[in-house]
């Protein structure tokens, strides 16, 4: 037989509530669906077909006689009732799966999935090199990315961790530093300067086309700063390329499109494989270092804790 929990009205002193029997399934279900409010993405998360999640989202109102979502072809969004019940049951629904993560913890075997968001420059950097080895150390967990530049909640969005430069946070979150602090260098094709006098000065940069850098869509450009004895210079740079992201600024360089300004560690593989070179070789700027940074929590689920521990060991200095 099927386990169940039992939701009951605490009712008026003296009446006997009613039960209201819904399988714990229904509930994993309905809060995926209310983080998500897409069914298909619910759906995905919990390995099943959209018609599943419906299907168990109808059999729960239908049990609890409340309408919990509002449902049109182009939106889902939660009702009142459904507000009110996911408000309540989210952080139940957290604190059994920490109890959970916590005791498989002790037996040294963690499980799960954890959810990362993470820029694409700190995943490839930082990430990337180490996820081969961190699977094979813990075969129980499971690893779910999502790569952008926006620094958003990522409790209200469904991640455990997010990965991004300094350690400006919210108050109720822990940043942990990942890796060293980053180094940008001015780099170039090497075909670049074959009709062209190369940058002597950081104020020769004004007279070439630079590959220019905003931090997200619409959001404050990447800065061309440099440090040059013991002072900061800052240049603004001119330049008819910009991206959002520095893989393109990267690629456009390697195509000779123009001087870019780039982590070190991040061109790695294309100044070693001599697609890139540096240039301006005597001046360079030094930026701040990634961190990871996850909900500050009495107990920490396992997964987090081994995934947190195993980059954080990985990429020390």
Known sequence: MNKKIIIQDAGRAGVA????????????????????????????????TPT??????????????????????????????????????????????????????????????VRVNSSYVAYRMLIEPHIDAFLASFPMIHVEISLDNVLGDIVNAGFDVGIRMGKRVQNDMV?????????RIVVAAPDYFQNRKEPKTIDDLL????????????????????DSEGQIIRIDVQG??????????????????????????????????????????QHSGMDDAFHLYYPHRKHMPGKLRAFVDFMLDANAA
Request: charged share 20%.
């Open 240 to 281: 008819r390329l910009i991206f959002d992201e520095m893989r393109s600024v990267v690629d456009a360089a390697v195509q000779g499109q123009g001087i870019g300004f780039v982590f070190e560690q991040f061109a790695k593989q294309e100044l070693t494989g001599g697609q890139l070179r540096q240039t301006l070789k």
């Open 17 to 48: 509530p009613a039960s209201l029997p819904v399988h714990f399934p229904g509930l994993l279900t309905f809060e995926a669906a209310a983080r998500h409010l897409n069914f298909a993405r619910a759906a995905a998360e919990l390995d099943v």
């Open 175 to 183: 940043a942990m530093q990942l890796g060293s602090v980053q180094k």
């Open 52 to 113: 599943a999640v419906s299907r168990t989202i109808k059999a729960m109102e239908a049990q609890l006689n409340v309408r919990l979502f509002n449902r049109t072809t182009r939106s889902v969004s939660l009702t009142e009732a459904g507000s009110s019940l996911n408000s309540k049951m989210t952080p139940a629904l957290a604190l059994i799966r920490d109890s959970l993560s916590e005791a498989l913890l002790a037996t040294d075997q963690p499980s799960g999935t």
């Open 207 to 226: 007279d070439y086309n630079c590959i220019r850098q905003r931090y997200s869509v619409g959001g404050r450009w990447f800065e061309w700063k440099f």
